[in-house]
């Protein structure tokens, strides 16, 4: 009876929901519920026990095992029952451990439960939880009786686990939390990536050191850590990372919170216009770095399978961030792109992120950028040229292309303070020298200005020209004309700008997958002559001129229109705020606010009958539940009744 409610009730619901159609169905459950996820790690599993003695470093099932020949970690065979159960094979951790070898270390997620069955090989030892910088977030006695101890660990990121003092036998490794609306990112971790040796861990400002080990990983593979707030870099030369050895840069987060900046302002005052990075080989990555004043891009990617996750690019000289030259399937995730502008061309080219001249498979999730000289996403082809397929995912730009932000126009009118950080501004400054005093009393006055030894006027007039200020730039003139050309845009917002929010840039007939999008605030928001393979739930309002869109489209428009956009800004200062503060703001992005517009466009009847039967559907599992309990507790009652009239026959 019970199965046959249930069974009812479910076919009564998905039937109500295929009558009403209700499009944001799907956003409305992400958006309301969370799960609880549970990952196992057993060292009697045959994945463990296989491995014998560890001599380096394995990742196993997403559980990372830091070990080195030096001071090697082993699975050993040793039976013991903790509360009835049997566990044949521990790990060994083999004394003193720390977060680069004799460790454990996997990705924690906000407050989670970390079960661990234990055992000291001796008197009681301490078994610690840190971050990568030793910062304990938790410890656990154990005794020479194995056991089960639990611990609640609020903290996001990767945590490691090791011995305070001697060894300790580890059996089992229980990781509990609930997964809440964004915990589900596309974000790498260092589980995602091959398994490769620490090269070196960088702890002080030293140039020569880092190029040191820069060679190492282009001769050997390996990675390097970079533990300490800043490198500066005089050297007027580009660092590559070549070949196709697994390797990579690694930030480590210091004790303020902020990350490590990787900064060319030296070398470009020697007058290079040299790259900061270039990345031509294959499954290289950089993480958790800020990269500015280099004398071109920050980043430039020629090879293929690269992973650039958690790096700001800023105040370089041209695109933060570019991919060309038959580069094909590389990643970006959690990338901010701000503030860089190609100075002597007058701003013509510097976009924020730039996947163009022939790359392609490039994804972006969670990219962000603003207030660069060009545009925010900037995909142009020349003749022989073939961006095949752009993939966007929960990213945003705006304000790009705008003069005003290079003459500190735009932070006085905003009543921020100068950014003398941007290189327009200190040529500003050097050519008048009463002009910050004035901007900081409140007077804004750029008529004795010069940039690049040109007369302020007469490079603005040029510069507003140059400055194409769009959004998503998506091709060009030259782009294929088929719909094997792929650009995908999901959950992604672009508006203030004086060009085009998404931009085909006459490139045409292309294939377009536009969901979940919104653009307003542009001269045009969507100007897409393409075939749409998928369209739905995108946005559009307060554009200067129509949008242009193929087969009739429709856009949706909320109804107010002042509290959306307020709730955008908010969105949009907050990631500022934190990218300034040389922090990466995870957790602050569009996603809510989308799916907030996205219901919005439920009719309010259907979706006041959905929450009903929603509610009606949760009542009659929890009354199957109670009912099964009533009977088996009116069962238990029954069978001790004809126990009594026994006793007494």
């Given at each position: 009876?019970?199965?046959?409610l249930i069974?009812?009730?479910l076919?009564?619901?998905?039937?109500?929901?295929?009558?009403?159609s209700?499009?944001?169905?799907?956003?409305?459950?992400r958006f309301?519920?969370?799960?609880l996820?549970?990952?196992t790690?057993?060292f009697?599993?045959?994945?463990f026990?296989?491995?014998g003695i560890?001599?380096?470093?394995?990742?196993i099932?997403?559980?990372?095992?830091?070990?080195?020949?030096e001071k090697?970690?082993?699975?050993?065979?040793?039976?013991?029952?903790?509360n009835?159960?049997?566990y044949?094979?521990?790990?060994?951790?083999?004394?003193?451990?720390?977060p680069?070898?004799?460790s454990?270390?996997?990705?924690?997620?906000?407050?989670?439960t970390?079960?661990?069955?234990?055992?000291s090989?001796?008197?009681n030892?301490n078994?610690?939880?840190t971050?990568?910088n030793k910062?304990?977030?938790?410890?656990?006695?154990?005794?020479?009786t194995?056991?089960?101890?639990?611990l609640?660990?609020?903290?996001?990121?990767k945590?490691?686990?090791?011995?305070?003092n001697?060894n300790?036998?580890?059996?089992?490794?229980?990781?509990?939390?609930?997964?809440s609306?964004?915990?589900?990112?596309?974000?790498?971790k260092d589980?995602?990536l091959?398994?490769e040796?620490i090269?070196?861990?960088?702890t002080?400002?030293?140039?020569s050191?880092?190029?040191?080990a820069?060679?190492?990983?282009?001769?050997?593979g390996?990675?390097?850590?970079?533990n300490?707030?800043?490198?500066s870099i005089?050297?007027?030369?580009t660092?590559?990372?070549s070949?196709t050895k697994?390797?990579?840069?690694?930030?480590?987060k210091?004790p303020?919170?902020?990350?490590?900046?990787?900064?060319?302002?030296?070398?470009?005052?020697?007058?290079?216009?040299?790259r900061?990075?270039?990345i031509?080989?294959?499954?290289k990555?950089?993480?958790?770095?800020?990269?500015?004043n280099?004398?071109d891009?920050?980043?430039?990617?020629?090879?293929n399978k690269?992973?650039?996750?958690?790096?700001?690019?800023?105040y370089?000289?041209?695109?933060?961030?570019?991919?060309s030259?038959k580069?094909?399937s590389?990643?970006?995730?959690?990338?901010?792109?701000?503030?860089?502008?190609d100075?002597k061309?007058y701003?013509?080219?510097?976009?924020?992120?730039a996947?163009?001249?022939?790359a392609?498979n490039?994804?972006f999730?969670?990219c962000?950028?603003w207030?660069?000289?060009?545009d925010?996403?900037?995909s142009?082809d020349?003749?022989?040229?073939?961006?095949?397929s752009?993939?966007?995912r929960?990213s945003?730009?705006w304000?790009?292309?705008?003069?005003?932000?290079f003459?500190?126009?735009?932070d006085?009118?905003?009543?921020?303070p100068?950014?003398?950080?941007l290189w327009?501004i200190q040529?500003?400054?050097?050519?008048?020298?009463?002009?910050?005093?004035?901007?900081?009393?409140?007077?804004f006055?750029i008529?004795?200005?010069?940039?690049?030894?040109?007369n302020?006027?007469s490079?603005l007039?040029?510069a507003e020209?140059?400055?194409?200020?769009n959004g998503f730039?998506l091709?060009?003139n030259i782009?294929?004309?088929?719909?094997?050309i792929?650009?995908?845009?999901?959950?992604?917002?672009?508006?203030?700008h004086?060009?085009?929010?998404f931009?085909n840039?006459?490139?045409e007939?292309?294939s377009?997958y536009i969901?979940?999008?919104?653009?307003?605030?542009n001269?045009?928001?969507?100007?897409?002559?393409y075939y749409?393979v998928?369209?739905?739930?995108?946005?559009?309002?307060?554009?200067?001129?129509s949008?242009?869109i193929n087969m009739?489209?429709t856009?949706?428009?909320?109804k107010?229109?002042?509290?959306?956009?307020?709730?955008f800004?908010?969105?949009?200062n907050?990631?500022?705020k934190?990218?300034y503060?040389?922090?990466?703001p995870?957790?602050?992005?569009?996603?809510?606010?989308i799916d907030?517009l996205?219901?919005?466009s439920?009719?309010i009847?259907?979706y006041i009958?959905?929450i009903?039967?929603?509610?009606i559907?949760?009542v009659?599992?929890?009354f199957c539940?109670?009912?099964?309990?009533i009977r088996?507790n009116?069962g238990?009652?029954?069978?001790l009744?004809?126990?009594?009239e026994?006793?007494?026959?």
């Amino acid at each position: 009876m019970n199965n046959r409610l249930i069974l009812i009730s479910l076919t009564f619901l998905i039937f109500f929901i295929d009558i009403i159609s209700l499009k944001g169905i799907n956003i409305f459950t992400r958006f309301l519920f969370s799960k609880l996820i549970i990952t196992t790690w057993d060292f009697s599993d045959i994945e463990f026990r296989s491995i014998g003695i560890l001599t380096k470093t394995y990742i196993i099932k997403n559980l990372k095992l830091i070990s080195n020949i030096e001071k090697p970690m082993k699975i050993k065979s040793n039976k013991i029952n903790v509360n009835g159960n049997f566990y044949h094979y521990a790990l060994s951790l083999g004394g003193k451990g720390n977060p680069y070898n004799r460790s454990i270390s996997f990705e924690n997620y906000n407050t989670s439960t970390i079960k661990i069955i234990a055992r000291s090989t001796g008197s009681n030892r301490n078994l610690l939880i840190t971050d990568i910088n030793k910062n304990i977030l938790g410890s656990l006695i154990f005794t020479s009786t194995p056991e089960l101890k639990i611990l609640i660990i609020n903290y996001l990121g990767k945590i490691f686990i090791y011995s305070e003092n001697n060894n300790i036998e580890i059996y089992k490794i229980e990781l509990e939390y609930y997964s809440s609306n964004n915990s589900s990112s596309n974000s790498s971790k260092d589980d995602d990536l091959p398994t490769e040796e620490i090269i070196q861990i960088i702890t002080s400002n030293n140039e020569s050191e880092f190029y040191e080990a820069i060679e190492k990983i282009n001769n050997n593979g390996g990675k390097i850590y970079i533990n300490t707030p800043l490198i500066s870099i005089s050297s007027t030369s580009t660092i590559y990372l070549s070949n196709t050895k697994s390797s990579g840069i690694i930030g480590v987060k210091q004790p303020d919170g902020t990350y490590p900046r990787i900064d060319f302002k030296n070398a470009r005052n020697k007058g290079s216009s040299e790259r900061g990075f270039s990345i031509i080989g294959a499954n290289k990555y950089i993480k958790y770095l800020i990269i500015e004043n280099a004398g071109d891009n920050g980043i430039y990617i020629s090879g293929n399978k690269n992973i650039i996750d958690h790096v700001i690019t800023r105040y370089n000289n041209d695109t933060g961030i570019q991919i060309s030259e038959k580069a094909d399937s590389n990643t970006l995730n959690y990338c901010y792109s701000y503030r860089n502008i190609d100075i002597k061309n007058y701003g013509a080219n510097a976009d924020g992120f730039a996947p163009k001249l022939y790359a392609s498979n490039t994804v972006f999730n969670y990219c962000f950028s603003w207030d660069n000289s060009d545009d925010g996403w900037d995909s142009f082809d020349k003749i022989g040229d073939n961006t095949s397929s752009v993939t966007f995912r929960h990213s945003a730009c705006w304000n790009n292309g705008n003069t005003n932000v290079f003459t500190g126009k735009y932070d006085y009118d905003n009543g921020d303070p100068l950014d003398k950080n941007l290189w327009t501004i200190q040529q500003i400054m050097n050519s008048d020298p009463n002009f910050e005093m004035n901007y900081n009393n409140k007077k804004f006055n750029i008529s004795k200005a010069k940039i690049e030894g040109e007369n302020i006027e007469s490079w603005l007039s040029k510069a507003e020209i140059k400055m194409n200020g769009n959004g998503f730039k998506l091709g060009s003139n030259i782009t294929e004309q088929s719909t094997n050309i792929k650009r995908t845009a999901d959950y992604c917002v672009v508006f203030d700008h004086k060009a085009n929010g998404f931009d085909n840039n006459y490139s045409e007939n292309c294939s377009g997958y536009i969901t979940n999008c919104v653009s307003f605030n542009n001269n045009i928001n969507y100007q897409l002559p393409y075939y749409f393979v998928k369209w739905s739930n995108n946005w559009s309002f307060n554009a200067k001129k129509s949008d242009q869109i193929n087969m009739n489209q429709t856009l949706n428009k909320p109804k107010n229109v002042d509290s959306v956009e307020k709730n955008f800004y908010s969105i949009r200062n907050k990631i500022i705020k934190e990218v300034y503060s040389n922090k990466f703001p995870d957790d602050i992005n569009f996603d809510k606010a989308i799916d907030f517009l996205n219901l919005s466009s439920i009719s309010i009847s259907n979706y006041i009958l959905y929450i009903i039967f929603l509610l009606i559907f949760i009542v009659l599992i929890i009354f199957c539940f109670f009912k099964k309990k009533i009977r088996s507790n009116f069962g238990n009652i029954d069978n001790l009744k004809e126990n009594i009239e026994k006793i007494y026959e």
